[in-house]
């Protein structure tokens, strides 16, 4: 899920100087990282990845979705080590040689992709005295504390009129459609930014796609509606009053519509009707 061009570019760079038996170390078990790891063992390359939280995707997903990515992972004989942090990189002739974790132990590698994520730079909003906090605060119209001033993509900080959430999210969709909803702001024409927070991957033999916004400590539970093992069901988190705050459909493609209504209806829903394969998406209201 690469958000830029050069990023694409640098992966694919990566890829070609990779070849089977070579080792790949990734830190990182974020979107970055893992896709990577997909795509290098894919071409046979030996890929460990390194994480510091105790499932890959844990912020994002939580602990139960991070659960199906570990194992996704490690089945397709990734050597996925999470609660472990970096302290050194050994490099020799100008390439990386090695990682070495806080315990001491040295992992040999011939190429090491760093995949920790961003920091949003507000330094300039924060010197003109636009508000800041992991991002730029915006309205649902994107405008900023500072009413001459709108913000867009991966730095705007929106507020979101269906989730009631304030929301940061890096992709390029928001990039894309954001100006619209700005320009409009900036002519003095009522408008807010109303679509939902969406991302996809596609990793070895598993395709998803995500609308919503529930990150770790969000939510209340997550609901399971098909079959987990074999990578083929839909993912819901709910809140305390079992409202739909996302959705994800892994290898089913006939529900993302149902999903994203359901998510922007905000009305509470059954969980064990939610859970029910047989009882379409439009029925499962409380």
């Known amino acids: 899920m690469f958000t830029?061009?050069?990023?694409?570019?640098?992966?694919?760079?990566?890829?070609?100087?990779?070849?089977?038996?070579?080792?790949?170390?990734?830190?990182?078990?974020?979107?970055?990282?893992?896709?990577?790891?997909?795509?290098?063992?894919g071409f046979d390359v030996d890929v460990t990845v390194l994480e510091h939280a105790g499932l890959p995707l844990e912020s994002t997903l939580g602990p139960e979705m991070g659960e199906v990515f570990a194992a996704l992972h490690r089945q397709n004989g990734v050597d996925l080590r999470t609660g472990t942090d970096v302290t050194a990189i050994s490099v020799d002739g100008g390439h990386a040689s090695g990682v070495t974790l806080s315990d001491g132990?040295?992992?040999?590698?011939?190429?090491?992709?760093?995949?920790?994520?961003?920091?949003?730079?507000?330094e300039l909003a924060?010197?003109?005295?636009?508000?800041?906090?992991?991002?730029?605060?915006?309205?649902?119209?994107?405008?900023?504390?500072?009413?001459?001033?709108?913000?867009?993509?991966?730095?705007?900080?929106?507020?979101?009129?269906?989730?009631?959430?304030?929301?940061?999210?890096?992709?390029?969709a928001n990039a894309l459609n954001q100006p619209e909803t700005a320009a409009e702001t900036m002519l003095g024409r009522p408008a807010e930014y109303?679509?939902?927070?969406?991302?996809?991957?596609?990793?070895?033999?598993?395709?998803?796609?995500?609308?919503?916004?529930?990150?770790?400590?969000?939510?209340?539970?997550?609901?399971?509606?098909?079959?987990?093992?074999?990578?083929?069901?839909?993912?819901?988190?709910?809140?305390?009053?079992?409202?739909?705050?996302?959705g994800m459909n892994v290898n089913?493609?006939?529900?993302?519509?149902?999903i994203k209504e359901l998510v922007a209806s905000s009305r509470p829903v059954d969980p064990e009707r939610l859970a029910d394969p047989e009882i379409p998406l439009a029925e499962v209201s409380a």
Not at 225 to 241: I, M, Q
Request: aromatic residues 8%.
């Open 194 to 246: 109303v679509r939902m927070p969406y991302f996809f991957t596609d990793q070895y033999d598993l395709g998803m796609e995500y609308v919503g916004h529930a990150p770790h400590g969000g939510y209340s539970s997550v609901v399971t509606r098909g079959d987990v093992d074999k990578r083929e069901f839909l993912a819901f988190w709910l809140d305390s009053a079992n409202k739909v705050l996302a």
């Open 4 to 41: 830029t061009c050069e990023q694409s570019i640098r992966a694919a760079a990566l890829l070609r100087t990779l070849a089977a038996d070579k080792k790949l170390v990734v830190v990182g078990a974020g979107w970055i990282g893992l896709e990577i790891a997909a795509s290098a063992r």
């Open 126 to 172: 924060s010197e003109a005295g636009i508000d800041v906090e992991n991002g730029v605060l915006v309205d649902a119209g994107l405008q900023s504390s500072d009413p001459d001033v709108v913000a867009v993509g991966d730095i705007a900080a929106a507020q979101h009129p269906i989730l009631n959430a304030r929301i940061r999210v890096e992709h390029w």
């Open 252 to 258: 089913i493609w006939d529900a993302g519509d149902a």
């Open 105 to 122: 132990t040295v992992i040999p590698a011939d190429a090491v992709l760093i995949a920790v994520g961003a920091l949003p730079n507000t």
